[in-house]
């Protein structure tokens, strides 16, 4: 969301055409059948290593923290904490085995057979807010109004919600 709240700040889009076309689930994730347990995987910490992006820097890395510190468990489990850039590379640590779980997207594992998974509840942490704008340089490009309302429309709201996540 930062990214296209700058380019309206700096100029670079057009200022009443920011909007939110899909909100992130984030969903801790095994490739282990038996592991994951929703909350209760948490507060037991049976594990070796966690993966979660960098929180300063990857939108899902700060919902896992924000999710961890409100179950209080956090300080508990930093320790066994493994980071990576973004969730595309938590995904590879715990699809590879390096790491036993992950808080991944759930659009990376809604199609995904096998392991365990809890999608942790949207209370335990901000949205995780999908945006786009209209930059400026296309404001006179019929394509890229289409796109948008294209983006806005029931097709597109589907197609977001088949992938894991929720449509606004």
């Not at 076309?21 to 910490?45: C, H, M, N, P």
């Not at 919902?63 to 320790?79: C, S």
């Not at 759930?106 to 786009?132: C, F, M, T, Y």
């Amino acid at each position: 969301r930062s990214t296209p709240k700058k380019l309206v700040a700096e100029g670079h889009a057009a200022s009443n055409s920011l909007f939110t076309y899909a909100i992130g689930k984030i969903v801790l994730f095994s490739k282990d059948a038996g592991l994951v347990k929703g909350e209760q995987t948490l507060r037991e910490g049976k594990f070796n290593k966690l993966a979660l992006a960098n929180p300063a820097t990857a939108p899902y890395g700060a919902a896992a923290v924000e999710a961890m510190k409100k179950l209080g468990v956090y300080d508990t489990i930093a320790p066994k904490i493994v980071q990576g850039s973004n969730i595309s590379q938590i995904f590879q640590f715990v699809d590879t085995g390096n790491a036993e779980l992950g808080f991944v997207a759930l659009s990376q594992v809604a199609e995904k057979a096998g392991g365990s998974r809890w999608i942790v509840p949207a209370n335990l942490h901000a949205p995780i807010r999908q945006d786009a704008v209209l930059l400026k340089t296309g404001a006179s490009n019929e394509a890229a109004h289409a796109f948008i309302a294209f983006l806005k429309g029931a097709e597109a709201k589907a197609i977001v919600e088949k992938f894991g996540y929720v449509a606004e």
